[in-house]
């Protein structure tokens, strides 16, 4: 039996600067509608990698952690959305309704969740889950895992943009 489904990407970064540098990648090749769930420990490296992703999308602010507020709303200059959301203060699926979630998973902006295990009964089924883990202090595990067909597409295009490889 294989150790990663054939759709699976897993990935080591060697530094924190490596793991935002993934996440600027992935940034690039997300837009409206797109779901990912950035799951790992406390210090995993989810923060880092979310920032990269914002900054690759091509936000106007610097996404940070929004875990007091919970949900964090940016900008592009072309008005396109992006939500980021920690639920690491949230129970359940219950307590994320109250975070106005036919807006956020609306299909006109692009979501990104740290901490989505906790709110994992209202996700949307299809998205893509990057599972972080804490090898070393500086050494990071990622694990991309894509649920529906737009999001092996978009591993396969991260495939390619991140090794220069591509499965055929």
């Not at 996404?63 to 949230?90: I, K, Q, W």
């Not at 129970?91 to 990104?112: H, K, N, P």
């Amino acid at each position: 039996m294989p150790i990663l489904r054939q759709d699976e990407l897993d990935l080591i970064s060697h530094s924190a600067e490596q793991t935002r540098r993934l996440g600027v990648r992935l940034g690039t090749l997300i837009g409206a509608g797109d779901v990912i769930c950035l799951s790992g420990d406390m210090g995993a490296g989810k923060t880092a990698f979310a920032a990269g992703v914002g900054a690759g999308w091509g936000s106007a602010s610097v996404l940070n952690s929004p875990t007091y507020n919970l949900v964090h709303e940016h900008r592009r200059d072309d008005g396109a959305r992006l939500f980021h959301l920690d639920c690491y203060r949230l129970a359940d699926g219950a307590e994320a309704e109250t975070l106005a979630l036919d807006e956020i998973f609306d299909g006109r902006s692009a979501v990104l969740i740290e901490w989505p295990e906790r709110i994992a009964s209202v996700l949307p089924r299809e998205r893509l889950w990057v599972e972080l883990r804490l090898i070393e202090e500086l050494r990071r595990n990622l694990l991309f895992v894509p649920t529906g067909a737009r999001y092996e597409a978009l591993i396969e295009s991260f495939r390619g943009e991140t090794t220069g490889a591509r499965r055929g």
